[in-house]
């Protein structure tokens, strides 16, 4: 990782073998390391001693973060993911709705009353709870 200026000087230079731009890229900032490394730790801190929820000290380090040029807020809109943030906002939907209409409790039952029936206890019970996550994240 050098300066823009590296290639220009040392581009045609023999004793730099593999010498290319990286286009769309800017050189590391060290200087905002340790208040990125602060932001993150002050985030799991926060977290973890139950001060804050997860979500709002997560929220509380990007804007640190952002408010001191770690991060560009374009960066952070190009960094955030839509479809794992939709698929996350239906699964919720769907588990409400399955919730609602009683088919949660009723599958529930249905997996419990197999392991007993089966006479493999909790451990039955924990298999087929793995088997059907599986196979439900295999058809979804």
Request: glycine residues 10%.
């Amino acid at each position: 990782d050098t300066g823009p200026g590296f290639m220009r000087a040392h581009g045609k230079d023999p004793a730099f073998a593999l010498v290319s731009e990286l286009r769309d890229s800017t050189p590391p900032r060290f200087h905002l390391l340790y208040v990125a490394g602060a932001a993150a730790t002050a985030m799991i801190v926060l977290a973890v001693a139950d001060v804050l929820p997860l979500f709002t000290a997560a929220m509380l380090a990007a804007g640190v973060m952002v408010a001191t040029g770690c991060l560009t807020q374009q960066q952070v809109r190009e960094s955030v993911n839509w479809q794992v943030i939709v698929t996350i906002a239906t699964a919720f939907g769907l588990s409400n709705a399955m919730e609602n209409a009683g088919v949660a409790g009723n599958l529930a039952k249905v997996v419990v009353d197999a392991a007993e029936a089966t006479g493999t206890g909790e451990t039955g019970l924990l298999v087929a709870i793995y088997v059907g996550t599986i196979i439900l994240a295999n058809i979804v």
